[in-house]
């Protein structure tokens, strides 16, 4: 923070042109949570609430010379990346994360849009896993991505487990596997079998109603499934704790990955715990689902200011 305790966060991800994901609904969400929000811009999507039509990646020296601009001035309390799309870029904010030494680093692996157009190369996977993952504080895949990152196939909360223990040993100190997906509804139904060891203590907490949350393009939740539960799972390495709410039907979801993110990078950038920021990044995206602005004839993004309306904000 600076000398007037203002909070300032990066993010480092690819363009919406519907405003609903990416670094959009990232600045809205700095913006609405008090931080200072600043940008690097590694790709320009053209998509809307009807899906992706076009993926334009910039070089990966852009992206590094944003980051190097911002960093070298203006200071950053926490960054997190979205959309990165090819090794080169990875590598290169990687190179420039370690350059700052930024500690507070919140990873979100978004991968696959909603229509299917590919946000992140195959091969790029690789280099998420070995060259930026080490540097994160925290990464937020959902299951989808977890699967892909992990190599394991997620049907139980224990699949989930083991995704995440394979995950924390790439590096990141928090690993949250949002339940967004989960069709079987989150339950832990791994029960306290001792299949875990001395990992195996879970926290279970619950929460107000809760939507699944899907990134920049993702499908859409099918309403009524997973019996109205979704679970996120958290694990730092030692311990899980499961953070479950009830899920919201509803097709305005585009986003919610960018907003929880980065609604947990802000937290953490205004100096929160871990746990604590995740759980306000809980509360700031249900309140950003459930009050819906039904904008455009798709999956439509979600409301980033009704988190501050609902604690008496103006506006």
């Known amino acids: 923070m600076n000398r007037h305790g203002l909070a300032k966060a990066l993010t480092v991800a690819g363009s919406d042109s519907g405003g609903g994901a990416g670094i959009q609904a990232d ?68 190179e420039e994360v370690r350059r700052f030494r930024w500690e507070r680093l919140v990873v979100d692996p978004v991968m696959i849009a909603k229509g299917g157009a590919e946000l992140l190369q195959q091969e790029a996977v690789h280099a998420l896993e070995k060259d930026l993952l080490p540097l994160a504080l925290a990464v937020t895949p959902n299951i989808p991505e977890a699967e892909a990152l992990s190599g394991v196939t997620i049907r139980t909360m224990q699949d989930r487990r083991k995704a995440a223990e394979i995950i924390s040993a790439m590096g990141p100190k928090l690993v949250v596997i949002k339940g967004g997906h989960d069709e079987a509804g989150g339950g832990s139904d791994s029960g306290a079998d001792g299949a875990d060891g001395a990992d195996g203590e879970t926290a279970e907490e619950t929460s107000g109603d809760y939507a699944g949350k899907i990134g920049p393009g993702e499908p859409a939740e099918v309403e009524g499934r997973g019996g109205g539960i979704v679970t996120d799972l958290l694990y730092d390495g030692k311990s899980f704790t499961e953070l479950t709410g009830k899920r919201i039907s509803t097709l305005h979801t585009h986003g919610t990955g960018c907003t929880f993110s980065a609604a947990l990078t802000a937290c953490l950038a205004k100096g929160m715990a871990p746990l604590e920021a995740v759980k306000l990044a809980r509360d700031f995206i249900q309140a950003a689902i459930e009050d819906s602005l039904e904008l455009g004839h798709g999956h439509g993004p979600t409301n980033h200011w009704a988190y501050r309306r609902r604690q008496g904000g103006a506006g």
Do not use: C, W
Request: glycine content about 8%; cysteine-free; hydrophobic content about 50%.
């Open 27 to 94: 600045l809205k969400t700095f913006q609405e949570l008090n931080v200072y929000g600043m940008s690097a811009i590694t790709a320009v999507t053209v998509q809307n609430t009807l899906g992706v039509s076009g993926v334009y990646p910039l070089p990966a020296s852009a992206a590094a010379e944003q980051i190097r601009a911002v960093g070298s001035d203006l200071g950053v309390d926490a960054v997190k990346t979205g959309m990165l799309f090819n090794a080169d870029i990875i590598h290169a904010v990687a």
